[in-house]
């Protein structure tokens, strides 16, 4: 697992939100609304009850007006099927992935999740929508540090197929991906010991093909995060550039803050308060002290600011819901 690193000085200062009666609206924006939403988590570290099993990683099914797609596929082989079948949720209906970024505890799942699943659905796991930058090559002194790479060649020869994306991308209505995030923010948690290959050269990885999916919803905006290694500030930042003005009404997933420091978690609260969010499902590296940290800056409860478990589900019309562990 990679290491990751805070910057310990952070800007005092910071724009307000985007005036929506002045400011054009954007395709985003002016698209449809998501009426009925239910996230389940398939993959983080712990568990809430007695159903399923944890591990460092992560993975969302978002079912979302009848459209069902997955989020990221856990680290081991088998933890997602495993999970699934234990919570009673079928997956071989679900085309496409969405894949945040290029960590194994992020894909993998997804050579497991295609292959077994496409014995009952040939369509099962078929599309893969990933951010430029995922195929980057990650050099180390004696192996490609990039799994991405490998996998490409193994799930394209089952017949799958990648969509990637440099840009904001409608999955279905109501649903987009960000592709890659503008660092604003100097919110460094990513390992300075990686290098990655690009087109400009070898560079610090700062993983730059990080991506989070946003759900236009009737009570506001879901956030989707793997790791959230553009850092939840800059990825809240962006989706106000497509969606202006319109509150938080969730954030699901990994945050990457669980090294960080009381300046920073004070900080990353103190922002989160100007989006207006309403909800935080902690998951995988968002760490458990960070989530409590989160909640009493952001002025959320013991309901809207928890810590995920395998199973946790998030719905409009009845918030968090998760195992007795995690209340």
């Given at each position: 697992?990679?290491?990751?690193?805070?910057?310990?000085?952070?800007?005092v200062v910071s724009?307000?939100?985007?005036?929506?009666?002045?400011?054009?609206?954007?395709?985003?924006?002016?698209?449809?609304?998501?009426?009925?939403?239910?996230i389940t988590l398939?993959?983080?570290?712990?568990?809430?009850?007695?159903?399923?099993?944890?591990?460092?990683?992560?993975?969302?099914?978002?079912?979302?007006?009848?459209?069902?797609?997955?989020?990221?596929?856990?680290?081991?082989?088998?933890?997602?099927?495993?999970?699934?079948?234990?919570?009673?949720?079928?997956?071989?209906?679900?085309?496409?992935?969405?894949?945040?970024?290029?960590?194994?505890?992020?894909?993998?799942?997804?050579?497991?999740?295609?292959?077994?699943?496409?014995?009952?659905?040939?369509?099962?796991?078929?599309?893969?929508?990933?951010?430029?930058?995922?195929?980057?090559?990650?050099?180390?002194?004696?192996?490609?540090?990039?799994?991405?790479?490998?996998?490409?060649?193994?799930?394209?020869?089952?017949?799958?197929?990648?969509?990637?994306?440099?840009?904001?991308?409608?999955?279905?209505?109501?649903?987009?991906?960000?592709?890659?995030?503008?660092?604003?923010?100097?919110?460094?948690?990513?390992?300075?010991?990686?290098?990655?290959?690009?087109?400009?050269?070898?560079?610090?990885?700062?993983?730059?093909?990080?991506?989070?999916?946003?759900?236009?919803?009737?009570?506001?905006?879901?956030?989707?995060?793997?790791?959230?290694?553009?850092?939840?500030?800059?990825?809240?930042?962006?989706?106000?550039?497509?969606?202006?003005?319109?509150?938080?009404?969730?954030?699901?997933?990994?945050?990457?803050?669980?090294?960080?420091?009381?300046?920073?978690?004070?900080?990353?609260?103190?922002?989160?308060?100007?989006?207006?969010?309403?909800?935080?499902?902690?998951?995988?590296?968002?760490?458990?002290?960070?989530?409590?940290?989160?909640?009493?800056?952001?002025?959320?409860?013991?309901?809207?600011?928890?810590?995920?478990?395998?199973?946790s589900t998030f719905?409009?019309?009845?918030?968090?819901?998760?195992?007795?562990?995690?209340?």
């Open positions: 697992m990679l290491a990751a690193v805070v910057v310990l000085s952070l800007p724009p307000q939100l985007s005036n929506a009666q002045t400011a054009p609206a954007s395709a985003a924006e002016t698209a449809k609304q998501i009426h009925s939403l239910k398939l993959s983080t570290m712990l568990v809430g009850d007695t159903t399923g099993i944890g591990e460092w990683g992560f993975s969302a099914l978002v079912e979302a007006d009848g459209h069902r797609i997955l989020v990221d596929t856990g680290n081991h082989p088998e933890t997602v099927l495993q999970n699934a079948r234990d919570l009673k949720i079928e997956l071989s209906d679900v085309r496409d992935v969405i894949l945040t970024h290029n960590h194994g505890d992020h894909v993998g799942g997804l050579l497991a999740l295609r292959r077994e699943l496409t014995k009952q659905n040939p369509d099962a796991i078929s599309v893969v929508h990933v951010s430029k930058g995922i195929f980057y090559s990650r050099p180390l002194p004696d192996r490609e540090g990039n799994r991405m790479i490998a996998i490409r060649k193994d799930y394209e020869a089952t017949g799958g197929k990648f969509a990637e994306h440099d840009g904001w991308a409608e999955i279905f209505p109501g649903a987009w991906i960000t592709g890659p995030v503008p660092r604003k923010y100097p919110e460094r948690n990513w390992s300075v010991a990686i290098k990655v290959q690009t087109p400009d050269g070898l560079v610090e990885d700062t993983i730059p093909e990080d991506q989070s999916l946003v759900l236009n919803t009737t009570q506001g905006l879901v956030v989707i995060t793997g790791c959230g290694h553009a850092g939840i500030i800059n990825i809240l930042t962006d989706a106000n550039e497509e969606f202006h003005d319109h509150p938080v009404y969730g954030i699901i997933g990994g945050l990457h803050l669980y090294p960080a420091t009381d300046e920073q978690l004070d900080w990353t609260g103190d922002k989160m308060k100007e989006f207006h969010v309403s909800n935080l499902l902690g998951a995988h590296c968002t760490g458990i002290e960070a989530v409590y940290r989160l909640r009493d800056r952001v002025g959320l409860t013991r309901k809207s600011a928890v810590v995920a478990t395998v199973g719905t409009l019309a009845d918030g968090i819901v998760t195992g007795p562990l995690a209340k």
